[in-house]
């Protein structure tokens, strides 16, 4: 059974940053895509960032380009984002999930709104001054 953990969410200040965490698990192959998502009250699910297992076929949201980093530990089963230069916009409950709808065929890069796959329970983001 695949099972997705976050953890690493909480309350910032504009400017800050934070580290999120996913522990993947029950897998019994190694060749898959993970992403980031956040969905803030009253909006739709968006990706923010995925890669492939391999590191291969990295996405990210434009919004986040250059401030948010995807990034994984294979020994561990381990998905990471760090968030940094973090604006009010950024606050929401953030999802790691795996095996999710993809836009394109052989890419990470999620389809709008993605419901299917596997995710995990959520980590609140919240960044107010």
């Known amino acids: 059974q695949v099972r997705l953990t976050e953890s690493g969410g909480g309350s910032v200040q504009p400017g800050g940053s934070l580290r999120l965490s996913c522990v993947i698990s029950g897998y019994t192959y190694r060749s898959y895509c993970m992403g980031w998502f956040r969905q803030a009250p009253g909006k739709e699910r968006e990706g923010v960032a995925a890669?492939?297992?391999?590191?291969?076929?990295?996405y990210y949201a434009d919004s986040v380009k250059g401030r948010f980093t995807i990034s994984q530990d294979t020994k561990s089963n381990t998905l990471y984002l760090q968030m940094s230069s973090l604006k009010p916009e950024d606050s929401g409950m953030y999802y790691c999930?795996?095996?999710?709808?993809?836009?394109?065929?052989?890419?990470?890069?999620?389809?709008?709104?993605?419901?299917?796959?596997?995710w995990g329970q959520g980590t609140q983001v919240t960044v107010s001054s």
């Open positions: 999930a795996t095996d999710y709808p993809v836009a394109y065929s052989g890419s990470c890069t999620p389809r709008r709104s993605p419901s299917s796959g596997h």
């Open positions: 890669t492939y297992t391999d590191g291969g076929s990295t």
